[in-house]
């Protein structure tokens, strides 16, 4: 299970930090990755990273404001996001794939979070 937290209403050039935590024993176990869905769209990727942290992923969109990190001993995986922009707002979505490798491809990703909405005020 997997739930994340963290969104709220932040202005233009704000941060948030978002928090995913799962339950289990297994959480290094798998590659968690970060997806957004903003209003009339389509769900699209943010960031992902590897079982251990020692290979990520971000989308063109996000690089060099946005930042994921993992903690296998809190069971968490953290998306730093700084320098927002209104076209930041969407919900946030957490996901678990389970193994080694790194995808961005949602279909790939076994468990799913509620989401956490995020709202950037220009």
């Known amino acids: 299970q997997l739930q994340a937290f963290g969104g709220g209403l932040v202005q233009a050039g704000g941060s948030l930090r978002l928090s995913c935590a799962a339950s289990?024993?297994?959480?290094?176990?798998?590659?968690m990755g970060w997806f957004r869905q903003a209003p009339g769209k389509e769900r699209e990727p943010v960031a992902a990273i590897s079982w251990n942290g020692g290979r990520t992923y971000y989308a063109d969109s996000v690089k060099g404001r946005l930042t994921i990190s993992r903690d296998n001993a809190k069971n968490t995986v953290y998306l730093q996001m700084n320098s927002l922009k209104p076209e930041d707002t969407a919900v946030y979505y957490c996901?678990?794939?389970?193994?080694?490798?790194?995808?961005?491809?949602?279909?790939?990703?076994?468990?799913w979070g509620q989401g956490t909405e995020v709202t950037v005020s220009s």
């Open positions: 289990g024993r297994t959480f290094s176990s798998y590659a």
């Open positions: 996901a678990a794939d389970y193994g080694v490798g790194l995808t961005a491809m949602d279909y790939e990703y076994e468990y």
